[in-house]
């Protein structure tokens, strides 16, 4: 059993940067694949981001180059580094623990609202 625990959100202006982390419990955290989803108001949950258990990157193409997904298995810890917001982030972000043997995300944290406006 994995428990995922967002935190970071808030309000930010255009342009602006947030950093989110996602705090796991459990021992086993660097043998998950780890990601980052959003869900705006109205919408369906959509993919972000996310790192495998040996460092592999993969970004939503309407990220890249704006928001960098990192680890510190020591901390058992996921990070979502999001610069140069724009007011379409605006959703809430939750992370996701993806199990090794069947590539599903398995767990999920409750999530953290990221709200970009002036």
């Known amino acids: 059993q994995v428990q995922l625990v967002e935190s970071g959100g808030g309000l930010v202006q255009p342009g602006g940067s947030l950093t989110l982390s996602c705090a796991a419990s459990?021992?086993?955290?660097?043998?998950?694949?780890m990601g980052w989803f959003r869900q705006a108001p109205g919408k369906e949950r959509e993919f972000v981001a996310q790192?495998?258990?040996?460092?592999?990157?993969l970004y939503a193409e309407f990220v890249k180059g704006r928001f960098t997904i990192s680890r510190d298995n020591a901390k058992n810890t996921v990070y979502l580094q999001m610069n140069s917001l724009k007011p379409d982030d605006t959703a809430v972000y939750y992370c996701?623990?993806?199990?090794?043997?069947?590539?599903?995300?398995?767990?999920w944290g409750q999530g953290t609202q990221v709200t970009v406006s002036s």
């Open positions: 996701a623990a993806m199990n090794r043997a069947t590539l599903a995300y398995e767990y």
């Open positions: 459990g021992r086993t955290f660097s043998t998950y694949g």
């Open positions: 790192i495998s258990w040996s460092g592999s990157y």
